[in-house]
């Protein structure tokens, strides 16, 4: 059968807070993903590379600052220079209902403001790596 | 009548009912009195008859001028202490023009580069009369040598400075992650200070130990308490170790610092036998002959990953119960949040609220008439005894594997506390754990919408503005000689403190103090633990 999905959980910026980072990555692979794990304070050209050497399905960020909008920007751009447009980003985090489209139109696949049930987190990733049979 | 088995939050059993078996044939000179040791009761005899806690409202945010005017309403309304919020390249040493760090700077704090902000930060507050706590760990040395510095330019000598710096950096590998320098030479910066106030600053707490940020990471009240007096022991035995100080020299210098989340009698007793325990630790792994060496002293925090979107001014009530509860547990300071901070900078009128509810703690509850008023209570001594084995028990584990460095670069506490928090969330999605207004009795309005701290573009211009400034008016020789003393005296043993001090009034950045010592001592590595 197919190999399963694989993630990467990625920290851009420099805050710390990497309570829903961690339960997200726990949750995931609970439910039988390969999940990768960047740690903190990372940069987004580095995640954008790490996903590619690692081959990852798709990528999720995780921001509470509220840095989200620029960080999000950056690490799509650093995948499409990369040529890996085909790597999925979701954001997770403090994310206000006024800036979840605004996340979307940016090229994000999904965004998880905190407070999402975890369980409807783990059924929409998995959504979004299962290749649609036609 | 329900004899079904409840826990308390943190898993110690609670039974229907306690009586007078809990007291009878145990050794009521643990329980003791206030002022005695080991300091079960609280740590003065007057409690807080003689003396109220501190009133501190964490704050700053954007720039020096700005988070100036903020403490000095925060003062004329009745607070009787500052606390620093820095922003998080002023945390883990990059200065405010450095381009890796443009979308960070002045956002969860004030961003303090030189000397010339911390001026600035305290103009027209006589350092004199007040005290002042900083919540910076990797660079909490330099920003000592601020305070010192700016003492120094206000007239005012270094033996009348009071209040404390976090430099507690253990955590901040586990949780908190404003690391830069491994844990080794981290250390060694931390006894540094602490050596250094005590011979100089006497009146300063050269460190706070910090639970507060593995609770809300994640950790439960007796992990919390654990895994911080494992830190101290840490430091304490570093100082110790180097042979020049006893610990009835340096102990003064040490206090502690907790989150006070909603268990109520769990949070009471977390600080009763969080003070017994330490208490003993002192004497009798250090021999510490002053009694006074032994006190543990400790601020809290009310609020944090309590605090919700959804209803948020149910927030209000929860800080005033936790507010209560850190009371009647004793605490010596106390930060209360505002009701709004899950979602935004809190405004004027939530600070004020925030302050206003220790004020009716303070002046009309009437909790501070008679010294630890919980005292006694069956429940509460048999919860603190529980509590106190509970300690025990983590910090043996600590030890078995190695002490507290070991057991953080191994990702072992990280594991611990993500296994809770897990365990935790579990409860929460089936509603065994209530969060009101959150998993039971919502409403259908719209959770608050977040509103992310302002980073104002003028104001970080105004910064990059004074940052250029300083750099084109200062003495560059000098300001380079400092850094190159500071770098030599790295590489030896000998205290670093007077040269962070030459080297932040000769206006070197934060940044560059930071790099020098990267050079010399390298950068921490992280282990992935989820």
Not at chain 1, 13 to 23: S, T
Not at chain 1, 72 to 80: C, D, N, V
Not at chain 2, 57 to 86: C, D, H, I, P
Not at chain 2, 94 to 103: A, K, N
Request: with cysteine.
């Amino acid at each position: 059968m197919s190999m399963p999905p694989r993630v990467l959980v990625a920290k851009p910026g420099l805050d710390g807070h990497d309570r829903g980072a961690k339960l997200v990555a726990r949750a995931l692979r609970d439910a039988g993903f390969e999940v990768i794990y960047t740690g903190i304070r990372q940069k987004p050209e580095v995640i954008a590379s790490i996903a590619v050497q690692e081959d990852v399905d798709l990528i999720g960020l995780s921001i509470l600052s509220g840095a989200h909008m620029g960080l999000t920007k950056k690490t799509i751009e650093a995948l499409a220079e990369a040529g890996a447009t085909d790597i999925k980003v979701v954001v997770g985090g403090t994310v206000p209902p006024v800036d979840v489209q605004a996340l979307l139109d940016l090229g994000a696949a999904a965004v998880f403001p905190t407070g999402t049930p975890l369980d409807q987190l783990v059924e929409d990733v998995r959504a979004l790596v299962t290749p649609t049979s036609a | 009548m329900s004899d079904k088995e409840l826990t308390s939050d943190a898993g110690l059993a609670i039974d229907r009912v306690y009586g007078p078996e809990v007291l009878e044939g145990s050794d009521l000179s643990r329980i003791g009195s206030p002022g005695e040791f080991p300091f079960t009761r609280g740590n003065h005899p007057g409690g807080y008859r003689d003396r109220l806690w501190t009133f501190r409202q964490y704050s700053g945010f954007g720039t020096a001028e700005w988070s100036n005017e903020r403490y000095r309403l925060l003062m004329k309304e009745g607070g009787t202490g500052l606390s620093v919020a820095a922003d998080l390249p002023t945390q883990i040493g990059y200065d405010s023009d450095d381009p890796e760090v443009e979308e960070e700077v002045g956002r969860v704090g004030v961003a303090l580069d030189t000397l010339a902000d911390a001026e600035i930060l305290f103009r027209d507050i006589p350092l004199d009369q007040v005290s002042t706590s900083w919540t910076v760990n990797g660079t909490a040395a330099i920003m000592l040598a601020f305070y010192v510095a700016v003492g120094a330019k206000q007239g005012v000598p270094r033996a009348k400075l009071r209040g404390t710096i976090q430099n507690d950096i253990l955590k901040e590998y586990v949780s908190r992650g404003t690391w830069i320098w491994p844990p080794t030479p981290s250390i060694r910066l931390i006894a540094d200070s602490i050596e250094f106030c005590a011979d100089e600053v006497p009146r300063y707490n050269a460190v706070s130990v910090a639970g507060a940020h593995f609770r809300d990471a994640g950790a439960n009240a007796a992990q919390e308490m654990a895994f911080t007096l494992q830190d101290a022991v840490t430091y304490c035995d570093e100082i110790v170790e180097r042979g020049r100080m006893t610990i009835d020299q340096f102990a003064p210098q040490v206090s502690f610092f907790f989150y006070t989340h909603n268990d109520f009698f769990e949070e009471v007793a977390k600080y009763r036998a969080g003070r017994r325990r330490w208490a003993e630790i002192v004497r009798d792994r250090y021999g510490a002959r002053e009694a006074s060496s032994s006190m543990f002293r400790t601020g809290t925090v009310c609020g944090g990953w309590t605090l919700q979107s959804q209803q948020p001014h149910n927030n209000i009530v929860r800080v005033a119960y936790q507010a209560m509860a850190a009371v009647l547990g004793g605490v010596q300071s106390m930060f209360t949040a505002a009701w709004d901070e899950p979602f935004a900078l809190p405004t004027e009128e939530s600070t004020m609220l925030a302050l206003r509810t220790q004020q009716i703690l303070a002046h009309e509850t009437g909790v501070t008439r008679t010294v630890d008023p919980l005292g006694g209570s069956y429940f509460v001594e048999a919860l603190t005894d529980e509590m106190e084995a509970q300690l025990i028990t983590i910090m043996a584990d600590l030890e078995a594997h190695g002490g507290m460095v070991q057991a953080i670069e191994d990702g072992y506490v990280q594991g611990l506390i993500a296994d809770e928090s897990a365990a935790v969330q579990r409860k929460i999605d089936s509603g065994e754990r209530v969060i009101v207004g959150v998993n039971k009795y919502q409403s259908h309005e719209e959770a608050s919408a977040l509103v992310p701290p302002a980073m104002d573009e003028a104001a970080r211009q105004h910064q990059l503005d004074r940052l250029a400034e300083v750099k084109r008016t200062r003495h560059t020789r000098a300001a380079l000689a400092a850094l190159k003393d500071l770098r030599q005296a790295a590489q030896g043993e000998a205290n670093l403190m007077p040269h962070l001090i030459e080297c932040v009034e000769e206006y070197c950045t934060v940044g560059e103090i930071t790099k020098e010592l990267k050079d010399v001592w390298g950068e921490y590595q992280q282990p992935l633990v989820f």
